[in-house]
């Protein structure tokens, strides 16, 4: 039985919460523990990177606690909710930190609540992600409500950076510290709610079994698929870019473009960023399809981030400090960003019929839980290489040092080169790689499906 557009709408509002919740960590922590409560940024980058390491581990044994359930509501649906229930109380006590901390005390609250964070996050994630199988034929359905709710994830990303720096000015009227934790109760009352939604209304196949994988499984399948390989490191390179930005888009607005509104800037950009990622995916790569081929977007999209950061840090260096202008090369970033989101999603599902052709072996699960571990480590080194700039250009959680900081062009142009060149670096290394190894065009990927078929008969 196809899915209905219930089910489908359903399913996409789960990842929209869930996207939600994990855009305001992966965005905003730093920020929060370094700029707010005064943690150093050293300090916050090797916790938020040891969180990466530790889910190496953590993402496999959650697959193996899934794969044994057994409940009459089915295998993923009671870790689901259960996982989205508890990741949401501690997402607000990881923006609660109590007055009373500070030094050491604090580092270990914000180390502790952070690691839990991040297992809770995989609690729910994966099974949301591994039930696809569980409910859909199959195929193009398949592969069509995956881009769906990839989608649907996207437009959660963008929505908080839209509305987060608004929202904890307006809760907190003025105290960002409380703002920050009020705001983070309202998302997480909506990520509940969400993923409620899609409980009450997916139902699972009882027949469907879905392995879970253990690590020497998962870099089994990277090894022997090639293009599973060069699209999982193609992730890593891309969203390494986009969150090394949004990491440090505040301080830029802060300490470069400065100014008693940097805050209004700071704001207007972030919603025109978020409303033209959520365009670029639901408007823009749907359009641009209609005219070349999926492959084509994509190089598309790496020529149009890789001139909107170049037009950015042209515009850093001779000192604009007009938002209007920024809003060009921003446009250029978003759109690519949205499209890629789309695009690396799809190009990961080709490779899953590769590889059952290469390897008469179809590792579909494998694979589509490692999206979410790689997703994780791109925003870990992110947020490691933001908090070593941070740290080296002396950007401290003292506003009133903003003036010092612009006068030192060192520290200035430490964050310009950061936010630009580093993510171009990482574009480019991307691309290069893609275009030597990936070989899976449109009309290659219909060859494959039908020898598959075949074979099947």
Known sequence: MRLTAKEKVSYGLGAVGKDMVYMLSASYILYYYQDILGVSAIAMGVILMAARVFDAFNDPVMGVLVAKTRTKWGKFRPWLLIGTILNAVILVIMFWAPPALDGSGLIAYAAVTYIVWGVTYTMMD?????MIPAFTEGGKEREGLTTLARSCAGVGSALVTIITMMCVQALGHGNEREGFWKFALIIAVLFVAFIVITCL??????????????VGQMFKALVQNDQ???????????????YITSNLLIYFFKYDFGGETWYN??????????????????????LLRRFINSLQVFYVSFVMAITGYAVLFVFMC????????????AFLVFVAFGMLTVLTTVFLANTVDYGELKNNRRDE???????????????????????????VCNLSNDTSNTAAVQEAGSSVMGLRLTMTVVPIAGLLIAVCLFRRKYILTDQKVEEIAEQIKNNHK
């Not at 800037?265 to 972030?270: I, K, P, S, V």
């Not at 839980?369 to 992110?382: C, E, I, N, Y």
């Open 126 to 130: 994966i099974p949301y992600w591994s």
């Open 201 to 214: 209304n997916i139902k699972e196949k009882s027949t469907v079994d879905v392995e879970a994988p253990s």
């Open 228 to 242: 599973t390989m060069i699209v999982v490191i193609s992730i890593v390179l891309i969203n390494c870019s986009l």
């Open 265 to 286: 800037g700071y704001t207007l950009f972030n919603m025109f960023g978020g409303g033209i990622q959520i365009l670029s995916m639901m408007l823009f790569y749907p």
């Open 318 to 329: 001779i000192g604009l400090t007009n938002i209007g202008a920024l809003l060009v090369p």
């Open 365 to 391: 699960s494998v694979i589509f839980s490692m999206q979410t571990f790689v997703v994780k480590l791109a925003s870990g080194v992110a947020a490691m290489i933001a908090s070593v700039c941070l740290s």
